[in-house]
Every structure is written in C-alpha cells, then in structure tokens.
C-alpha cells in the first residue's frame, strides 16, 4: 500500500537556523515525490519535486530536497529559515504517468522563533 | 501565472442538502482531481478525472459525490446530500504532469 509517514508533527526552529523536515515513502512502483507548503487559510503551494535524475532538487524559497531510495526518504532542507516560512508543511507521492493519486503525509507544522 | 481558481471560498449549508464546489483548473491540463482537509487531518484523495471520466475514487467518494466537467473550462464536485462529516477544506487540482491546488472550499455542514 502507498503511504508517507512525516515522523515529525510540529517542530519549532529560530530565524536564521537550518532546518531539515523528514519524509518517508512506500511506494511499490517508481515515484513521484513531492512537498508542497500550506499557509494558514491558504490552499497547497508547490515547493519542490522529483521524477528522476539528480537526487538533489532544489525548490522555491531556497529550499531543497534530497532523494534517498535506500532510505525511502525525501526530507526537505533550508538553510536558514525565515519567519514567512512558518507553516504546514505536506510530503506527497505520486504515480509517474498519467491521472496521479497523491498520498500525503500528515503534515509537519513548522514554527519560527524570533 | 495560470493558476487553479475555485468558488465559493466558503460554503456553509444544512445536512441533507446539495451543494455544488465549483473548480476552473489550468487551461492547457488533462488531468483533473478532488482532495479534502478535514480540519487537523491530511489531505486526503477523492477523485482523479480524465478524458470527461472518473480515472480513479477514493472509498470516500461514495454514490453521495459526483464530478462533471460541463462546459470545457469547469470542473465541478457535486455532493447530493451533505452529512455532518462532510464538513472539510475541499481542494481542486490539475496537472500534465505535476498537480496544481487551487486555494480551496471550506464546507461547513450544520
């Protein structure tokens, strides 16, 4: 069965420290993977994704995600994080081809210490 | 940008009635899709519509839930007869090859 597990439900950081949101995957096929941030009030905004290639992919906002198939992980990454960035965070995954199911996780809250 | 709209931004009605959330996706997509936020939960998948038929349901989407894209720009999510549990943030997407949210619909169900 497809599910994603974000281990982490809330995680509070400060402005200006790095930042790391774990994802882990089970997919029986290749996957699609995805992470998309919701604002209070807000609808799903695409940060990042990977099909295929490098493992390394870079998204909106400086932020970055790194593909693990070992791991069936794809935690996402900012350096230094703003106080805008304070939000729900959604790692999703879907088919390659065609009309894409996506499985999300159950989110990760994220808050920003001054 | 083009960007996926939806109307109304909130819906408040009283169980038992019909409520129709309407969705116009990008103009150049082939796939469209429902999901809903139940307030604190994730988002989970209704349905996925493509070539004017349903692709794939969730168990959610019951005989109780309809999808039609009348007119070519539209994209519509019928509910018949709306319960207390169908109160939730109700999401259109579409894609080629990446999906697309639109800003949502809360439902309230009194």
């Known amino acids: 069965a497809q599910s994603v597990t974000q281990p982490d439900i809330h995680i509070t950081v400060s402005e200006g420290a790095s930042l790391e949101l774990r994802c882990n995957y089970s997919y029986g096929a290749t996957p699609y993977l995805f992470w998309y941030v919701q604002s209070p009030g807000q609808g799903l905004q695409l940060l990042l994704k990977?099909?295929?290639?490098?493992?390394l992919v870079q998204g909106i906002k400086g932020f970055e995600a790194e593909f693990k198939r070992s791991q069936s992980s794809f935690n996402l990454r900012k350096p230094s994080v703003h106080w805008s960035d304070a939000a729900e965070y959604f790692c999703?995954?879907?088919?390659?081809?065609?009309?894409?199911?996506?499985?999300f996780g159950q989110g990760t809250r994220l808050t920003i210490n001054p | 940008e083009p960007e996926v709209t939806q109307t109304p931004s909130h819906q408040v009605t009283q169980m038992g009635q019909e409520v129709i959330l309407r969705c116009v996706p990008i103009?150049?997509?082939?796939?469209f899709y429902w999901y809903r936020q139940i307030l604190g939960q994730k988002v989970e998948f209704l349905v996925s519509?493509?070539?004017?038929?349903?692709?794939?349901k969730s168990e959610i989407f019951d005989d109780q839930f309809s999808v039609e894209r009348p007119d070519g720009s539209n994209f519509t999510l019928k509910i018949r007869s709306t319960k207390l549990e169908d109160s939730a943030m109700y999401f259109c997407?579409?894609?080629?090859?990446?999906?697309?949210f639109g800003p949502g619909t809360r439902l309230t169900v009194l």
């Open positions: 103009s150049n997509h082939l796939y």
């Open positions: 999703a995954v879907g088919a390659i081809q065609g009309a894409q199911k996506l499985v």
């Open positions: 997407a579409s894609s080629l090859d990446t999906q697309y």
């Open positions: 519509f493509y070539n004017n038929e349903i692709s794939e």
């Open positions: 990977y099909f295929s290639g490098d493992t």
